[in-house]
């Protein structure tokens, strides 16, 4: 009896890098569309933090190394943007204060965690059901928030937990969720349109009873 | 694990590890490159928001501007006149410094410079400027505008840097308050990214008096920021166990700055210039990049001849054939 060709690709491996290339492209593009989004100061500084919520959406379609390759990309081009350099020289007085900066490259390992967690929820996003990534991003849009907070904390001391930062990470998850189907839909015809189909190897192999 | 999984990981960590042991340098030269890439994504949107001081001028009569224009001319030709005598000064200063022993005294220019865009970070504070590498600004100069400080650059492109705002807990300036002995540190509160913290004052004597209302200025310490330049205006002292803190309100309202200067040091030479080598070009030059606002050193007649510095050097206690240019 002949082997059933792999069912979590409509075309293959090609199709898979094709979908990886545009979701990466996707995301690219929208660290220049985040620079047009404004606060929403009501909201404690809240905003739609599109390379965030796009990597986790791709997150939950992609496989296990792509999603890797993804967190690679989008942390690296994260960390060159937002983190600032300086020249170490001129801290200010002489007192003795560490500049307490993250390591640049610490947004690629925070996104690599949180897209192995969405990773987890796969096996509902192949069967169809766009409830809980949805709800997910929030929760993990949060999460990457507060671990990165918590990065902060830990290198320049001073443990400080106001009421801001706490509506500002609520804020934002929410915004999250919101956007997040229109992502998910997006990415949908990305897939549609790269003959990839969004599937998860792990059942369709038990499926098939490989 | 899937075989192919485990080797992605292997492969990701393999990659982390690389980029976690980046050097400064090639780390700078990526941040430099990709603000680069930015700044044309932030020229338009800059573009596209438009400046609202302009939108609101179009509003106003023409003879109100007209009055206002004849005014800012009149105090522009006072500061040239300030500006002129403060050089005078220095370079006296630095003649008299240089006969003491003492290092002397660097001269400063600004670059003026405007707000492209404001970050959209989640944590930090800071903006982007249109002025980069190729205008002569640095990583880790003193930003100001004519009410106080702002903050400092960080990494920089050609045709822009980042500014890290005062309101940032990564920024922080040597500081004292005015009318006290009191020195401390102001730095901003953390996770306020919009430019909007408030500021503290830490390292204080923790029995203090520090009534609300006394101005903080820098005090020059470190030798980064310029002394004696407003900082904000103590709103509370708070006492601690080990050292004393101030709720500062800072001067310049960060969320909305849209004007501002790069300070950019002019180290002189450890020799003391001879008065030929200072002395002023004929009055019709004009300077070279008009972008930038030289301090141009003037001399006046008694220094350019020397004069002045035999005067001193006579005056000084004990200086006979002890000092010498």
């Not at chain 1, 987890?120 to 990457?144: A, K, N, Y």
């Not at chain 2, 400063?108 to 930090?124: D, K, M, Y």
């Not at chain 2, 601690?240 to 101030?246: K, L, P, R, S």
Request: glycine share 10%; net charge negative; aromatic share 8%.
């Amino acid at each position: 009896m002949s082997r059933p060709p792999c069912p979590g690709r409509k075309g293959g491996s090609v199709s898979s890098v094709l979908f990886f290339l545009s979701a990466a492209f996707l995301t690219l593009i929208s660290f220049g569309v985040q620079e047009f989004l404004p606060e929403i100061t009501w909201a404690y500084g809240a905003k739609f933090i599109l390379p965030t919520t796009i990597f986790l959406a791709a997150a939950v379609t992609v496989s296990y190394p792509f999603m890797l390759m993804l967190a690679f990309l989008v942390g690296f081009v994260w960390d060159a943007r937002h983190l600032s350099f300086t020249s170490g020289i001129a801290e200010t007085s002489g007192m003795v204060m560490g500049t307490g900066e993250l390591a640049f490259g610490y947004s690629i390992l925070l996104f690599g965690f949180a897209g192995s967690i969405m990773q987890g929820i796969r096996p509902l996003f192949g069967r169809g059901r766009f409830e809980l990534p949805v709800l997910m991003i929030g929760i993990v849009t949060g999460l990457w928030l507060l671990l990165e907070y918590l990065l902060l904390v830990f290198r320049r001391g001073n443990p400080v937990f106001p009421e801001s930062l706490w509506m500002k990470i609520g804020s934002t998850s929410l915004l999250a969720v919101l956007i997040s189907p229109i992502i998910l839909f997006i990415l949908h015809k990305l897939a549609q349109v790269t003959h990839y189909e969004i599937r998860y190897e792990g059942l369709s192999r038990r499926g098939y009873g490989r | 694990m899937r075989k192919i999984n485990l080797l992605a990981l292997v492969a990701f960590i393999a990659s982390l590890a690389w980029v976690f042991t980046l050097d400064r340098e090639s780390r700078g030269q990526i941040q430099s490159r990709v603000l680069e890439w930015f700044t044309p994504i932030f020229k338009t949107q800059t573009a596209l928001e438009g400046n609202p001081e302009i939108e609101a001028d179009r509003q106003r009569e023409a003879g109100v501007l007209a009055a206002e224009n004849a005014e800012l001319r009149r105090e522009l030709a006072e500061a040239r006149v300030y500006r002129e005598r403060s050089d005078q000064l220095q370079v006296e200063v630095n003649k008299l410094n240089a006969m003491l022993g003492f290092v002397k005294q660097s001269r400063e220019h600004l670059i003026p410079a405007r707000v492209i865009n404001r970050t959209a970070s989640n944590w930090w504070s800071s903006v982007v400027i249109d002025k980069g590498g190729e205008d002569g600004v640095g990583t880790d100069l003193p930003v100001r505008n004519e009410i106080g400080i702002i903050g400092k650059t960080a990494q920089v492109s050609p045709n822009s840097a980042k500014v890290i705002l005062l309101t940032d807990e990564q920024c922080r300036v040597a500081a004292q308050i005015e009318g006290t002995l009191e020195q401390g540190i102001v730095m901003g509160t953390r996770g306020e990214g919009d430019g909007k913290g408030e500021l503290r004052m830490r390292f204080l004597s923790k029995d203090a008096t520090i009534p609300p209302g006394l101005k903080v200025i820098s005090s020059g310490a470190g030798g980064l920021f310029p002394a004696g330049v407003f900082l904000g205006t103590v709103q509370e002292f708070i006492e601690g166990d080990v050292y004393g803190e101030a709720v500062v309100e800072p001067a310049v309202d960060l969320s909305v700055v849209r004007d501002l200067f790069v300070i950019v040091q002019d180290f002189p030479s450890d020799d003391v210039p001879a008065p030929e080598d200072v002395a002023p070009s004929s009055g019709d030059a004009e300077p070279e990049d008009q972008s930038v606002l030289r301090a141009e050193p003037y001399i006046p007649p008694s220094t350019a001849d020397g004069s002045l510095v035999q005067d001193v050097q006579a005056a000084l206690p004990g200086a006979e054939g002890g000092i010498s240019e």
